[in-house]
């Protein structure tokens, strides 16, 4: 029998429970079937005003890599819809400050820059900020009153911050829960892979004509590559392939691949993916593979599989301690954490791992049917690398054929699919709740935030939602 404290405490979660039910019952166009997504979640204005105002100012936001501000003084702008922040490293660490005097409200900074020694100065009326945003310097004080000159009140807005895996992340809201909190278990996996150790390769931008969830969730799952990429889909082995085959391309199932061809195969992987993105698999690690190509494997398909692999990333380490580049025991890494090909940072940044390099994307949203869809390469570098330093992003037409191949084969559907949800009758996307369940988990969660359900849960679901790459639908808490 229930004591009378636990009968209370039994009575105070119903009594949550169902005032967060009817805070979640207020969402408009909520996701009410697991399975389905409302195609107006990506284009209705009054929906894309309410991620505005209940969504972006509560998340945790990757604002720049660290890269791009190496030395004292170096900052960059880093914006979002209407607002924008300038990131900063200061003799004490990188700070962040909202982008606006304190005089009438102009923006000190755009782009990027170096402000040591001068720090801000607003182009309005020259009222001045050093790194660490403190007001320096008031034009004509005696003609303000005493009261409207308050240094507290005067010195720059700081904006939260948080560093990981090499970048800023910055947080509008003060009583949000830490980045770490958000991160949970995948803040380990990605460490324990040195992601804050890798650099930027390149750096390419485009705006895409395409709502910024449509845009991320192509990447949520590998159901597409088939008909997307088929260059990568003509790799699989028939006994990892979950799908079957399909009428356009050769048999994919009912022949038994020997371990020569999981070998072939598999190189011919590595390497065409490697020059899909351009990177993400590097030409050093896919020689390694080559020259692993008649090594003696045991006669077993799966134990063949298990033991190339693992030889494969073992001389991919030892490899790259000999040249000094800061890389990581993978097959160590993989057995303490798993591996995923794609991990997703809820609201809008994505990391790739594939062996010692990662690709990554940043998503923000421009309009209810645009976005800001950038890209980098990352990679392993020894400290004595020569190569030029990247500092700003290459900006292409989406449809640029300057782009690598893997993601220009998704630029070509995106937009596309942004003009076909606005087809009659078409109601809501139909998920397979397998496959493109990560799709429906951060819709869910982001209901949660325009419902404005409690921090603690946002912070657990949003865990539970970055479960990695093609998840099945989770139960995210509410």
Known sequence: MATKLEMQELSAHEASSSEEAAKLATVPLRVTNREQIP???????????????????HVWQMACRLEEIPEIGDYVEYRNLDKSVIVVR???????????????????ASGTGNCKGKGFICPFHGWRFNIDGENTFVFGRQVFSEESLDQAQLNLVPCRTELWGGSAFINFDNDALSFRDCLGPLAKKLEDRKVDKLKMEWWFATELPTNWKLAMEAFMEGYHVMRTHPQLHAHMM???????????????????????????????????????????????EVAIAESLRDMELPQDLGEAANAFYARVKDEIYQDGLKRGLPVFDMNKADAENGFTYVEFLFPHYFLLPFFSAMASYRIRPLTPETCRFEIWSLVPMADNDDRERVTEPTFLRYDSPDYPEIPRQDYHNLPLQQLGLHAEGFEYMRLSNQKEGMISNYHRLIDGYLAGVDPAKLAKATQIVQSGFEAPILDIGF
């Open 90 to 108: 200061t003799k004490t660490g990188v700070k962040a400050f909202h982008n606006a005097c304190r005089h009438r409200g102009v923006q000190l």
């Open 39 to 57: 195609a107006k979640r990506y284009y209705d204005q009054a929906f894309f005003d309410l991620e505005r105002e209940k969504l972006w100012p």
């Open 238 to 284: 028939p006994e990892l392939n979950p799908y079957g085959g399909d009428p356009d391309s050769l048999p994919t199932t009912g022949t038994e691949t020997t371990v020569r061809q999981f070998v072939d195969k598999t190189i011919q992987f590595f390497k065409t993916n490697g020059e899909g993105m351009a990177g993400m698999t590097l030409q050093s």
